[in-house]
């Protein structure tokens, strides 16, 4: 995959993301996009934008499992949040103390929630730009 076709895949990625995201929310509702809609969006990026780097660490000699360190993250997040509505939503009442939990947590993180959000999109994008870079020789 040259550079040019990498970024065009990934420009191509951005803007379905976008328009999945778009289209999404009227279709699920308000309520269920809230609790659902941006974890399904980030969960489908993780596994499209993984694959692209793949793709292109293969071609230009870096190794293929930094890709990982993008989608594995991601994945990760994206799951907790789908499974934690779920658990919460079939537990019902039951699910005061999951409630009690987040709530602690939200608050002990939540001052720096914006520094740890700065720092997990600039982690991702330094991925996706260092793959934007010149082929490299493999080394064996």
Do not use: C, H, K, N
């Not at 990498?6 to 289209?23: C, E, H, N, P, Q």
């Not at 537990?91 to 914006?114: E, F, H, Y």
């Amino acid at each position: 995959m040259t550079r040019t076709d990498y970024l065009g895949s990934l420009g191509t990625l951005a803007l379905g993301l976008i328009v999945f995201w778009l289209l999404l929310r009227p279709m699920a509702g308000e309520r269920w996009f809230d609790v659902y809609g941006s974890a399904s969006v980030a969960l489908v990026a993780a596994i499209a934008g993984g694959v692209l780097l793949v793709r292109r660490y293969r071609t230009i000699g870096r190794s293929p499992w930094r890709a990982l360190l993008f989608a594995a993250p991601l994945a990760i997040l994206a799951t907790i949040q789908i499974g934690y509505w779920l658990t919460v939503f079939s537990l019902g009442p039951d699910a005061v103390g999951l409630l009690l939990i987040r709530t602690v947590v939200r608050d002990a993180i939540g001052p720096w929630m914006p520094v740890l959000a700065a720092a997990f999109i600039a982690a991702l994008s330094w991925l996706l730009l260092s793959a934007a870079g010149p082929a490299t020789p493999r080394e064996r």
